[in-house]
């Protein structure tokens, strides 16, 4: 190798010996040092990630795989002078060169963040980017270099491995932890690698935590960025040199999951944020980037944990003042669960309520009441109950849910005494839609809450759905129509749910009128609204998936029907205590859909459960449609026995073809099937019905129900 000479002038007071760390036993980082080793790598390498990610350990790990001898410099303040920097080089390259066999050497700068003056750091500059052919240069600091890195990535010059490089796997964190010899659960050390980011020193100090313990599973729960060694480790090596003003940003900005400049700026009452943010993304402070922009970051969990617990022990009335900007900053962004956490955290009970109440529009409108769960889920059942919108909110989130006894439970809550307005309204439209006391009750609850509620509340919409439900099934159909559908409009984009019941129960109101293509229009929209907007996951969309069945097999779509019969069946499964004119329609109407599919045991079983419900709401319609069902269960029973074998789900839906004029080609072509196979399912619709023709199929076909007149 050619000697390198440096133009400086040594002075042997400033000699520096160069120092090797000793390599700690720790997990391999094969692919790290793989990408390190590589003869044709670029020729320069940056390591920069703030302490305790691993750096020296890398390297050194390196050097012990690596064939090429290593000049290591472990930079100190002395070096800040640049003759004894380049003396301690010297001298590190004379001993490497000496040992190596084809003069290629790997030089290794390690702490370059502790070199101060510029003079030093122009030194490793012009080091680090024209280094001889045979000369490697690995640089580690724990900031950013003054070095034109931009240029070098551009050229292809630079090997870069950063914080989120240096971070180590899942399964590098599960081989520390058996190397320690501790048995976790594979979950547990999902929670361990989730809160530690893979940092590496964090998982070494929680390792030496859940070592001192004799069920390490049951103190992961307590680990976090509080434990003495980690805040003491954070507290010295990450915190120690900032300035005041960055100390006071840090630990401030410690209320906020993610760091923007508007933010920190309104919350913490300053300005210069985004020159903050930047001086620290370069620093030692280990910021999580959450885009490539450099606008928004976060801290390290463990960070963020021993932050907000010093600010909590130190200043906890600016922690509360600092939660309470964040709340009404995120509010005015509509933010709302952020402005709700933040509300939480000051404990602002009152604004936290406001904000849940005020989202609940927005819910309805989305069709889901999972968020309105999240929030409440915040609060203690205590604090719920002593807020009468916040109960009301829980009884509007049960009833959806299909939970009739804890709808009641949480309306219970709400002091009747001082409710008013849509807090009264709402209650009052709950308490219809459960129908307790019967058809004619729940309509006048209806009429009721919609002469409290304000003329652009959601739950208007539940109450004409309510009022015509309650029309339909007391013999009312033209008031029924007429009810549901301004409820329909009034909620056709914005109420989804509400809009696929009004929707149903038209559907509903068509077939009483006979019109077939009505119903099947309707119900067609309805089961669109269920599948757009995921609302099949609720039990109160069994009813329009059930009137989707019993369309559906009164248009001979047999498979269609028979999976939304079984998807309804599984919904009202899931009901518990619910509203018995809801129960009692659903299984009606599923139990007439059965029938349509000559499943007898279901449609026993499912009219069953209609009657009994039906029994106490006096609805003149749900009678009439029990006692012409039960009607057809007896003549379709009595005629069964003249059926050698049930008909198939394919063979119903070739029967409902029967009675048109098309060909078996023709039938073939509507049904995606062969035309062999058409002719195959009619003959075994004759034999079965013990006829010799497609007409005499036909007759017998109505003569069983099986088909329509």
Known sequence: MTAVIFPATLQEAMVAT?????????????????????????????????????????????????????????????????????????????????????????????????????????????????????????????TEL????????????????????????????????????????????????????????GLALAVRSLGEHDVPGAALARFSGLDRPVAEFLRDEVLGGLTEADMRFVLRSSVLDILTAPACDAILECSGS????????????????????????????????????ELRRTDPDAERELHRRASAWYSCCEDRERALQHALAADELQRAADLVWGGMPAMVEQGSCAPVEHWLSRFTN???????????????????????????????????????????????????????????AMREGADRASALLDPRSPCLALCGLLAGVAAHLGGDAETARRQLEGGARRVAVSAPLLHALCLSQLALVALDCDDAEEAARLSTRARSQIARYGLARYPAAALPIAVSALVRAQRGLAEE????????????????????????????????????????????????DARRLAGRLDAVTLDRWLTDALTDLDSFTGAASRLPSSLTSAELKILHFLPTHLSFREIAERTYVSANTVKTQANAVYRKLDVRSRSEAVACARDLGLLDD
């Not at 993304?281 to 907000?308: C, F, I, K, Q």
């Open 146 to 201: 003054s070095l034109p890195i931009a240029r070098l990535r551009s050229q292809g010059l630079v090997t870069e491995l950063r914080q989120r490089d240096l971070a180590m796997t899942r399964a590098e964190a599960a081989a520390l932890l058996r190397a320690a010899g501790l048995q976790l659960e594979r979950d547990d050390v999902d929670v361990l690698f989730h809160r530690t980011e893979g940092w590496p020193v």
């Open 561 to 608: 029907a028979h999976a939304d019969a079984r998807e309804a069946a599984a919904l009202l499964e899931s009901l518990i205590d619910f509203a018995p004119w809801y129960e009692a329609e659903a299984n009606l109407v599923l139990g007439r859909a059965a029938l349509r599919l000559s499943d007898v045991g279901e449609a026993r079983a499912r009219l069953a």
């Open 18 to 142: 160069p120092r090797r760390p000793r390599l700690r036993a720790t997990v391999r980082r094969t692919e790290l040092v793989a990408t390190l080793a590589d003869l044709d790598a670029p020729p320069f390498i940056v390591l920069v990630a703030p302490a305790g990610f691993g750096k020296t350990t890398l390297l050194c790990e390196w050097e012990a795989r690596d064939p090429r001898p290593f000049a290591w410099v472990t930079v100190d303040r002395r070096h800040d002078e640049p003759n004894a920097l380049l003396q301690a080089i010297a001298a590190a390259l004379d001993v490497a060169s000496a040992e190596s066999e084809d003069g290629r050497v790997v030089l290794v700068l390690d702490d370059v963040h502790l070199l101060q003056s510029a003079a030093a750091r122009e030194t490793v500059a012009g080091i680090a980017c024209a280094p001889p052919l045979e000369l490697t240069v690995a640089l580690a600091s724990r």
């Open 382 to 440: 205590a604090q719920v109950a002593a807020d009468g919108r916040l109960a009301l909110v829980a009884a509007a989130v049960q009833l959806m849910n299909g939970h009739g006894h804890l709808t009641e439970h949480w309306l219970s809550m709400v002091d009747a005494a001082d409710a008013e307005g849509d807090v009264a309204g709402g209650v009052a439209a709950v308490h219809a839609a459960l129908g307790r006391d019967g058809i004619a």
């Open 274 to 309: 985004a020159a903050t943010l930047a001086r620290l993304a370069r620093s030692n402070v280990p910021l999580v980037a959450l885009d490539r922009t450099g606008e928004r970051h976060r801290h390290h969990r463990l960070l963020s944990d021993m932050l907000r617990g």
